[in-house]
């Protein structure tokens, strides 16, 4: 932010996709830096209860820790959550597909694994909710299913839809689906994020893709962990879509 010259005092909300540490790892060092110059009543916008959830990474038997999101630290800096498991308005423009329907051909690949309940304050509280499994109410180390992953999006005049995955773990198209359910906007302009798409198989992701072309997206922007597949499949079936980005990049969505 700083090399790219970002104005803070700009920022009206933060929104975090779901709760990995490589996604909300920098955010209290942010907090730490720029809180004074945000707006007094900022809030955290996340997907829903399991952002909270402490997660372990690697293989069965040999997992280490991937974090929890600290929601006492969130507090301390005068930052209220707002849980959206329903699409939500972010300051008056943005929104937020709410948790995603999940249908079709795709599934949540290999990522992490998941520790439900709280303990001294930490972690996350899954008995409040109804489709939680037997097995994450006993606190039970599960597979990931991203529950309350969830997508931001924009809707563009005279462009259509910018949907921005983050990691995409509950399948692209079904992100594309809920967003222009939720919005009644079906022109795709741009998929943009990481689509977890690293560890698919050449004929899963050209599946995907194939797919992801009936959608007619002007621009396909892979980034993080869509993965070489990916980007391999997207070369081949619809080539004029692929927009390559890295960090830093600037996109300016609108009239030129």
Known sequence: MGIMGVDVKKVDALILSHGHFDHFGGLMGFLDKYRGALPA???????????????????????????????RALAAQKVATVLCEHPTVIAGHAFTTGQIRRSGIEKVLPNTMVEYGIKDGLGCDATQYTHFTA?????????????????????VKDRGLVVITSCGHVGILNIIRQAQEVSGIKKLHAL????????????????????????????????????????????????????????AARLNFGVA
């Open 41 to 71: 009543d900022v809030k955290l916008y996340a997907g829903g209860e399991d952002n909270f959830c402490h997660r372990l990474a690697g293989a069965p038997g040999q997992l280490t820790d991937y974090g929890t999101l600290d929601r």
């Open 135 to 155: 097995a994450e109410l006993q606190g039970k180390i599960v597979p990931d299913e991203h529950t309350h992953e969830h997508a931001t999006c924009f809707n």
């Open 192 to 247: 943009i994020g990481g689509f977890h798409l690293g560890p698919a198989t050449p004929d899963y992701a050209d599946q995907v893709v194939s797919e992801l072309k009936t959608f007619e997206p002007d621009v396909v922007v892979p980034m993080h962990c869509s993965g070489l597949t990916f980007v391999d499949s997207v070369r081949k079936i619809m080539p004029d879509k692929l927009l390559l980005a890295s960090a």
